[in-house]
């Protein structure tokens, strides 16, 4: 037993180091995209060295899939979680997804990286793990939430409209633009006083 539990110690507090770099780089790849984002960046967002980062990971591209890999999870977590809660939500499955969904962006940059990865579907290692990303969720769209094709159709529009108006930060002019104020109430009807919180949280 003795032996043993220095070992886990040292385990576990690997493992934790492992989970801020990538919370460091989920921001970092969020904020500047795939290819303004450099291994230094993170480091200075992690509060840690760079040859730390790079024996950790390898290369960007490593640490941009274990990044992608989070998101994926964190992703699949939420919406698991939310086909648990809908049974007793008068609103329905959907809307408790995209709840659970829209509550993603407290953990910041993870909804703008998974979009960073779309955007590389040209690329040949990136590429196929983000087409393996959007399959995943659709097939949990149909299979476990049990919806339509046309109802996981609009969900995914949905999502990807979200995505874009955080990536555009378009609730930064919420108070100022008409039109973005009444975009925003539409997308948003739950949980834009959220969204509202976050941006205030950055600024």
């Known amino acids: ?15 934790e180091r492992r989970a801020l770099v990538l919370e460091a780089a989920t921001r970092v790849f969020g904020e500047r995209g795939y290819h303004g984002a450099t291994t230094d960046a993170v480091a200075r967002a992690a509060g840690v060295s760079q040859p730390y980062v790079v024996r950790m990971f390898g290369t960007k591209e490593a640490m941009f899939l274990a990044v992608l890999d989070r998101a994926v999870e964190r992703m699949m977590d939420a919406f698991r979680a939310a ?41 040949p290692v990136i590429g196929p793990e983000a087409r393996a990303c959007m399959r995943k969720v659709y097939v949990f769209l149909r299979e476990e939430a049990g919806m339509a094709p046309d109802e996981a159709h609009e969900f995914l529009a949905t ?20 039109a973005v104020r009444e975009l925003l109430d539409e997308v948003f009807p739950t949980k834009l006083e959220f969204l509202l919180s976050l941006r205030d949280r950055e600024s």
Do not use: H, K
């Not at 037993?1 to 493992?15: D, Q």
């Not at 008068?90 to 829209?102: K, L, M």
């Open 83 to 123: 086909v648990a809660e809908s049974a007793d939500a008068p609103e329905g499955i959907g809307r408790c997804i995209a709840t659970n969904y829209v509550e993603l962006l407290s953990d910041r940059g993870l909804l703008l990286s998974l979009m960073q990865a779309f955007m590389l579907g040209a690329d």
């Open 1 to 15: 037993m003795t032996t043993t539990a220095p070992e886990t110690t040292t385990r576990m507090r690997s493992e």
């Open 159 to 178: 999502g990807m409209m979200l995505n874009t108006l955080v990536g555009l930060r378009m609730a930064d002019d919420y108070e100022r633009e008409p």
